[in-house]
T-cell receptor
Framework: RKEVEQDPGPFNVPEGATVAFNCTYS??????FFWYRQDCRKEPKLLMS???SGNEDGRFTAQLNRASQYISLLIRDSKLSDSATYLC????????????FGTGTRLLVSP | EPEVTQTPSHQVTQMGQEVILRCVPI?????FYWYRQILGQKVEFLVS????????KSEIFDDQFSVERPDGSNFTLKIRSTKLEDSAMYFC???????????FGPGTRLLVL
């Protein structure tokens, strides 16, 4: 089983749509969770950390379910500029531990 | 906003040659990392570095790879004898003490011919 699994997509949505991505992780010892965004041939950029209580940053909402080992990202009112690959990322512990990346979910927002 | 920088942005080399990829982490960060991404695949961890020593490495990081912090600002990845399968994007990242959040540089695209 992959350590972090994501639906690769692509998700094709019109501008203004709401879209949700899901991710599951296999290591129950994972402590930190993130969504990164990656544009084509660019570096991963931190979108948001994911907390157990759920958190929101503008149009973006992240949820974590530790019991199910499941992470989600909701994007409301999609913009053309949201087109990118969204990477689900987990980390075993704080400090100098490796990040484990999912393969990413590609989002295409069209006019 | 402080950011991680990497040089060169692109490197083309012949199989068997040595390459050195350079990174300048964010100045107050003390943990440093290298990751790679083969075209079309996921980002993979190579190595983490703290207090002038490797703290963790993956099975990819074999004897052909080494890392160094030669001075107070640079962090380097050396590949001693490149193979075709080393062709990838190499990302440097850094993080502060006590946080798992890592910030990535723009990457070096390495092509081994």
């Amino acid at each position: 089983r992959k350590e972090v699994e994501q639906d690769p997509g692509p998700f094709n949505v019109p501008e203004g749509a709401t879209v949700a991505f899901n991710c599951t992780y296999s290591n129950s010892a994972s402590q930190s969770f993130f969504w990164y965004r990656q544009d084509c041939r660019k570096e991963p950029k931190l979108l948001m950390s994911v907390y157990s209580s759920g958190n929101e940053d503008g149009r973006f909402t992240a949820q974590l379910n530790r019991a199910s080992q499941y992470i989600s990202l909701l994007i409301r009112d999609s913009k053309l500029s949201d087109s990118a690959t969204y990477l689900c990322v987990v980390n075993r512990d704080t400090g100098f531990q490796k990040l484990v990346f999912g393969t990413g979910t590609r989002l295409l927002v069209s006019p | 906003e402080p950011e991680v920088t990497q040089t060169p942005s692109h490197q083309v080399t012949q199989m068997g040659q040595e390459v050195i990829l350079r990174c300048v982490p964010i100045s107050n960060h003390l943990y440093f990392y290298w990751y790679r991404q083969i075209l079309g695949q996921k980002v993979e961890f190579l190595v983490s570095f703290y207090n002038n020593e490797i703290s963790e490495k993956s099975e990819i990081f074999d004897d052909q790879f080494s890392v160094e912090r030669p001075d107070g600002s640079n962090f380097t990845l050396k590949i001693r004898s490149t193979k075709l399968e080393d062709s990838a994007m190499y990302f440097c990242a850094s993080s502060e003490v006590g946080t798992a959040t890592q910030y990535f540089g723009p990457g070096t695209r390495l092509l081994v011919l």
